[in-house]
C-alpha cells in the first residue's frame, strides 16, 4: 500500500491562507489503513481547522468527505456536489489522489494534507515500513522475496557490500542487512544457487527516469 502521514498543523493551515469554505476530502483506501486519512484522521483534521478559524474570528466552512478511492475517477463524482460549494479542497489522499481530484475540478485549488512517503506494509500497529521503489522490474523472484532496491542501504544488486557486521548495516546498525537476509532466506529454501548470478545494473529507463509510466490492459479497456 501506499503509505502517507499527516502535514504539520502549521503547513496545512499556510495552505487554507484567504479560503473560507474548506472540503477536506479523505480516501477509504490506503491511507485509511496507515491512520492518515480515513474518516478518524478527517473528522479530527476538521475539529482542528475549525477551532484554528475560531481563534482567529475568522468565519469558515469547514466540510468534510472520504471518497472510496481517490486514485479511481468512478469514485469522485460522489464528491462532486460538495466541490462545487467548496473554494478549495484539502486532499487528505496520497498524491496520485491530489492529482486525481486537481484534474477533475480545475477550476478550484487542491490542496495536499498529507506527504506520501513510499510503498510499503504494515510492521507492527502504528510502524509502517517501506518495501517496494517500484522500480518497474521486479527481482524478487532472485532475491528469496526481499527487495534490495528498498532493503539494502546502498541498493546493491549483487550481494553485501563487505561493511555489514553481525547481519547488521554499516549505514545504521538498527537496520539488517538485507543480503544477510536474503542469504538466510535463500537457504532456508535450499536456493542458494540463485545467488550466483550476476544481475545486470537496473534499467532505471523501466522506473521513473523513464517518465510517467502507464499500464494498459487492452482486454479490460471498453
Same mark, same amino acid.
Given at each position: 500500500?501506499?503509505?502517507? /502521514?499527516?502535514?504539520? +498543523?502549521?503547513?496545512?493551515?499556510? *495552505?487554507?491562507?484567504?479560503?473560507?469554505?474548506? @472540503?477536506?476530502? =479523505? !480516501? $477509504?483506501?490506503?491511507?485509511?489503513?496507515?491512520?492518515?486519512?480515513?474518516?478518524?484522521?478527517?473528522?479530527?483534521?476538521?475539529?482542528?481547522?475549525?477551532?484554528?478559524?475560531?481563534?482567529?474570528?475568522?468565519?469558515?466552512?469547514?466540510?468534510?468527505?472520504?471518497?472510496?478511492?481517490?486514485? /479511481?475517477?468512478?469514485? +469522485?463524482?460522489?464528491?462532486?456536489? *460538495?466541490?462545487?460549494?467548496?473554494?478549495?479542497? @484539502?486532499?487528505? =489522499? !496520497? $498524491?496520485?489522489?491530489?492529482?486525481?481530484?486537481?484534474?477533475?475540478?480545475?477550476?478550484?485549488?487542491?490542496?495536499?494534507?498529507?506527504?506520501?512517503?513510499?510503498?510499503?506494509?504494515?510492521?507492527?500497529?502504528?510502524?509502517?515500513?517501506?518495501?517496494?521503489?517500484?522500480?518497474?522490474?521486479?527481482?524478487?523472484?532472485?532475491?528469496?522475496?526481499?527487495?534490495?532496491?528498498?532493503?539494502?542501504?546502498?541498493?546493491? @544488486?549483487?550481494?553485501? !557490500? $563487505?561493511?555489514?557486521?553481525?547481519?547488521?548495516?554499516?549505514?545504521?546498525?538498527?537496520?539488517?542487512?538485507?543480503?544477510?537476509?536474503?542469504?538466510?532466506?535463500?537457504?532456508?529454501?535450499?536456493?542458494?544457487?540463485?545467488?550466483?548470478?550476476?544481475?545486470?545494473?537496473?534499467?532505471?529507463?523501466?522506473?521513473?527516469?523513464?517518465?510517467?509510466?502507464?499500464?494498459?490492459?487492452?482486454?479490460?479497456?471498453?
Amino acid at each position: 500500500m501506499i503509505v502517507a /502521514e499527516l502535514k504539520p +498543523l502549521d503547513q496545512i493551515t499556510a *495552505l487554507l491562507n484567504g479560503y473560507r469554505s474548506i @472540503l477536506l476530502a =479523505g !480516501c $477509504g483506501e490506503c491511507v485509511t489503513v496507515c491512520s492518515a486519512g480515513g474518516e478518524k484522521e478527517v473528522q479530527s483534521l476538521a475539529a482542528a481547522l475549525r477551532l484554528w478559524y475560531r481563534h482567529r474570528g475568522v468565519a469558515a466552512r469547514v466540510h468534510t468527505v472520504v471518497i472510496q478511492r481517490q486514485c /479511481e475517477p468512478e469514485f +469522485l463524482a460522489e464528491a462532486d456536489p *460538495l466541490v462545487a460549494k467548496a473554494d478549495c479542497v @484539502l486532499s487528505l =489522499g !496520497c $498524491g496520485v489522489g491530489v492529482q486525481f481530484l486537481a484534474e477533475r475540478h480545475p477550476q478550484i485549488p487542491v490542496f495536499p494534507a498529507l506527504d506520501t512517503k513510499f510503498a510499503g506494509g504494515t510492521v507492527e500497529p502504528g510502524w509502517w515500513g517501506e518495501r517496494c521503489g517500484l522500480c518497474g522490474d521486479c527481482i524478487l523472484h532472485l532475491t528469496g522475496g526481499i527487495c534490495p532496491i528498498i532493503r539494502c542501504s546502498k541498493s546493491l @544488486l549483487n550481494g553485501p !557490500c $563487505g561493511g555489514s557486521q553481525g547481519g547488521r548495516c554499516e549505514v545504521n546498525e538498527e537496520i539488517e542487512c538485507a543480503w544477510q537476509l536474503i542469504y538466510d532466506r535463500l537457504k532456508g529454501q535450499g536456493r542458494l544457487e540463485e545467488l550466483e548470478a550476476i544481475l545486470p545494473p537496473k534499467d532505471w529507463s523501466r522506473a521513473r527516469d523513464g517518465g510517467p509510466r502507464r499500464v494498459i490492459r487492452e482486454d479490460l479497456r471498453p
